[in-house]
């Protein structure tokens, strides 16, 4: 229960810290108020000051320079092209902009459908399976991506460990390979309680939500899911 409570206390001295920053309270290049300065403006221990301080230079998004303190850097956005005739998997997307990706498998099972969900993936089976996962750019959780896979097509894909290229398990083990990016919906939304969570951001962060649907060369539905993206690693071109 302490070690909730602590952690509970980073979180929101690290979130604070973040929103700061994003909304150029503290500008790139500025210095960070010290330790000392932060203990008492949040009221925290040097500890709790130290983990916040540290979980925002593992996001990437303050850096330490010894005998001088820590500095705002310039954050580094991942750029994703909204249509293609391709698709391309996050791990693909995050090494070409020169990240390190990570995928956090939170759920892969075999669910009921509904009408609705039959009809996006344009099958009639009463089961599919879905998965979700948050996907990390280096330490930084940016990315929750919930999908849907028709049955009987991807019988057995709860066998396989989607903390790997999702993609690369569909070609090498189903065969599927060349994806295509059919229709794509892309809005902002704000984060709630949950999103927030996942993304280690605020309530009310805003979020790209994209939804899609991703087919063959046959034209048939492989893919149907959800995306929400946190709008200070991910920049869009159309």
Same mark, same amino acid.
């Given at each position: 229960?302490?070690? !909730?409570?602590?952690?509970?206390?980073? &979180?929101?001295?690290?979130?604070?810290?973040?929103?700061?920053?994003?909304?150029?309270?503290?500008?790139?290049?500025?210095?960070?108020? $010290?330790?000392?300065?932060?203990?008492? /403006?949040?009221?925290?221990?040097? /500890?709790?000051?130290?983990?916040?301080?540290?979980?925002?230079?593992?996001?990437?998004?303050?850096?330490?320079? &010894?005998?001088?303190? #820590?500095?705002?850097?310039?954050?580094?956005?991942?750029?994703?092209?909204?249509?293609?005739?391709?698709?391309?998997?996050? #791990?693909?997307?995050? /090494?070409? !902009?020169?990240?390190?990706?990570?995928?956090?498998?939170?759920?892969?099972?075999?669910?009921?459908?509904?009408?609705?969900?039959?009809? +996006?993936?344009? +099958? $009639?089976?009463?089961?599919?399976?879905?998965?979700?996962?948050? +996907?990390? =750019? %280096?330490?930084?959780?940016?990315?929750?991506? #919930? @999908?849907?896979?028709?049955?009987?097509?991807?019988?057995?894909?709860?066998?396989?460990?989607? $903390?790997?290229?999702?993609?690369?398990?569909?070609?090498?083990?189903?065969? /599927?390979?060349?994806?295509?990016? #059919?229709?794509?919906?892309?809005?902002?939304? =704000?984060?709630?309680?949950? &999103?927030?969570? =996942? =993304?280690?951001?605020?309530?009310?962060?805003?979020?790209?939500?994209?939804? @899609?649907?991703?087919? %063959? !060369?046959?034209?048939?539905?492989?893919?149907?899911?959800?995306?929400?993206?946190?709008?200070?690693?991910?920049?869009?071109?159309?």
């Amino acid at each position: 229960m302490m070690e !909730n409570k602590a952690r509970t206390k980073y &979180q929101k001295v690290m979130l604070d810290l973040r929103e700061k920053i994003l909304t150029g309270t503290y500008p790139i290049d500025t210095k960070l108020p $010290s330790e000392e300065e932060l203990k008492k /403006i949040y009221g925290v221990s040097r /500890i709790t000051v130290r983990e916040a301080v540290n979980g925002l230079v593992s996001d990437g998004i303050v850096e330490k320079v &010894q005998g001088k303190g #820590s500095f705002v850097r310039e954050l580094h956005h991942v750029k994703r092209l909204l249509k293609s005739n391709s698709i391309e998997s996050f #791990s693909k997307t995050a /090494i070409k !902009n020169g990240f390190k990706p990570k995928m956090e498998v939170l759920k892969l099972e075999k669910i009921k459908t509904d009408a609705e969900l039959r009809k +996006c993936l344009k +099958c $009639s089976n009463d089961y599919a399976i879905h998965s979700l996962r948050v +996907c990390y =750019l %280096d330490n930084d959780p940016t990315v929750i991506e #919930s @999908n849907y896979y028709p049955l009987p097509r991807f019988e057995g894909l709860t066998n396989y460990d989607l $903390s790997n290229s999702l993609y690369q398990i569909l070609k090498e083990h189903y065969g /599927i390979d060349n994806l295509k990016d #059919s229709e794509s919906i892309l809005r902002v939304v =704000l984060a709630d309680k949950e &999103q927030a969570r =996942l =993304l280690n951001r605020s309530v009310g962060f805003p979020l790209f939500y994209l939804r @899609n649907q991703v087919f %063959d !060369n046959n034209k048939k539905v492989i893919q149907f899911g959800t995306e929400f993206i946190a709008t200070d690693r991910y920049e869009f071109m159309v």
